[in-house]
């Protein structure tokens, strides 16, 4: 099975589809390795707003989803192309731009799973966690290929098309390391629950040695990792389990308590589950009364 199918990572507004962002599933031969491609569907004009309503308006949560992305920013007034790699963030922050004019901007990312981004790159993983770089350090041909087309591009779906392409090209199965794949499968299987020591040990290998190649390969560490993995099963469950049940999460995810379990959680979301849900399930009220 692959991991895909038993790991489903969320951000902190996963139902939103709107003119400023919206998701879409990869083709088939690339679902072990992308979660989606996202971006604005087409170029929006960015609107100018005073100071007060645009801290309320612009201000995203971005909490920790264990993937990493290439982002490509096209700026059609200026003529440019700004083009990043973000390796995986361990941290929650408020994300928003702030502008002084008017631009028209159109946005495009793909988002690669922990395990996966690896296997498209020209360079390791190591200190890309919560960093951001130039995509050419890192995926220089990416870059290259799709920045090439992107003014020219009619709409999205033709875009995605062209760029699954030239992903399936660079795409590096050689690149995969059975440690690393045999890990981050024992990690899902555990649900993150599982303790650095715990997984050494059932890898037969020391903790030194592991972190080495989790460095290298998915740039955390592997007691990062973990952690970050209960936390989105555990941020899973809240949003599509029934009356979700902070006791039942607490057993469910090994948790010392509940009071522990709420620290946790509002560590990697900086607001508490309540609030959470309220910030997520806005954006299905939204499409609900587009419906």
């Known amino acids: 099975m692959e991991f895909y199918q038993i790991y489903n990572p969320l951000t902190a507004h996963p139902f939103e589809c709107s003119q400023n962002y919206m998701e879409f599933i990869p083709c ?69 731009s702030k502008n002084d004019k008017e631009e028209v901007i159109f946005t495009f990312g793909i988002r690669f799973y922990a395990w996966s981004g690896i296997l498209f790159a020209e360079e390791s993983m190591r200190n890309t966690r919560n960093q951001f770089f130039d995509a050419g350090y890192h995926f220089d041909k990416i870059k290259r290929k799709i920045e090439a087309m992107l003014f020219d591009v009619k709409d999205m779906e033709e875009l995605i098309a062209v760029s699954e392409k030239i992903l399936l090209e660079q795409l590096k199965e050689s690149r995969k390391n059975s440690l690393v794949t045999e890990a981050v499968g024992i990690i899902l299987a555990n649900k993150g629950r599982l303790q650095a020591e715990q997984l050494s040990k059932e890898l037969h290998i020391s903790n030194r040695q592991l972190e080495r190649v989790f460095q290298e390969y998915i740039g955390i560490s592997p007691k990062s990792l973990s952690a970050m993995v209960r936390y989105q099963y555990l941020w899973n469950d809240i ?48 499409l609900q009364d587009k419906i």
């Open 28 to 96: 088939h031969a690339l679902k072990p390795y992308i979660k989606c491609f996202w971006g604005t569907p087409k170029p929006i004009v960015s609107k100018v707003e005073n100071a007060e309503n645009q801290e309320n308006s612009t201000r995203e949560i971005i909490t920790p989803d264990t993937c990493m992305d290439i982002i490509f920013r096209v700026n059609f007034t200026e003529n440019r192309i700004q083009s990043s790699f973000c390796g995986i963030d361990d941290r929650t922050f408020s994300g928003g």
């Open 239 to 286: 949003l599509f389990t029934p009356q979700f049940n902070i006791l039942d999460g607490v057993h469910k995810y090994g948790y010392t308590d509940q009071s522990h379990l709420l620290r946790d959680f509002k560590k990697f979301h900086s607001i508490n589950i309540a609030e959470a849900k309220r910030y997520a399930m806005k954006d299905v009220a939204f």
